[in-house]
């Protein structure tokens, strides 16, 4: 259920990506997607019946001994499920693979949904980086250290 992306995602991904995130994040673009894609980042997908389900954006660069969480989104109507987690799992295998020692993230101080799946995920909050967002909001930066 949990695969690596083809540029055949592009238009799914898209409609995820517009449907979670408004202009107050930073939200990516077709081009972003591609330009990721084809960089030091793995992006996977979850499908569920046929719809890409959700999708998690990893950046993993070979100097660096930690990962980063670039984005992560689910679709509406599959929220819940516990696909965010399961890619998660999938990601964190990933960085462990690749022998990184920690996974970083960040994200908004007021997203509350995200910040209880990332503390339940064993994340700790390391910083909180003020006026982050395009609407000033906060941001929370995030760890989780590998046990390799
Ligand atoms: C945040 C998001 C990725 C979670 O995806 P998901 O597949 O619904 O998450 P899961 O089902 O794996 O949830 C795991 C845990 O996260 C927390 N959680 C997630 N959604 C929640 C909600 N709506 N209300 C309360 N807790 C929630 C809970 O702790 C949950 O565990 P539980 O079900 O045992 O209570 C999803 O809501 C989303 O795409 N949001 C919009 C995009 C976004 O905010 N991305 C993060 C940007 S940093």
Do not use: C, W
Not at 62 to 76: F, Q, T
């Amino acid at each position: 259920m949990i695969r690596t992306t083809t540029l055949g995602d592009l238009t799914a991904l898209m409609q995820i990506e517009t449907n979670s995130f408004d202009r107050s994040s930073f939200a990516m673009s077709r081009q972003n997607f591609i330009y990721h894609i084809n960089k030091e980042a793995v992006l996977y997908v979850y499908e569920a019946d046929d719809t890409l389900a959700g999708y998690i954006l990893v950046f993993v660069r070979k100097n660096s001994p930690k990962a980063r969480i670039y984005s992560v989104a689910v679709k509406e109507s599959y929220r819940g499920q516990g696909i965010a987690t399961a890619l998660f799992e999938k990601a964190i295998s990933y960085a462990k693979e690749t022998a990184k020692d920690t996974i970083t993230l960040e994200v908004r101080a007021d997203n509350e949904n995200a910040i209880k799946l990332y503390k339940k995920l064993g994340f700790k909050t390391q910083k909180r980086l003020k006026g982050y967002y395009p609407d000033k909001m906060d941001a929370l930066t995030m760890e989780l250290f590998l046990n390799l």
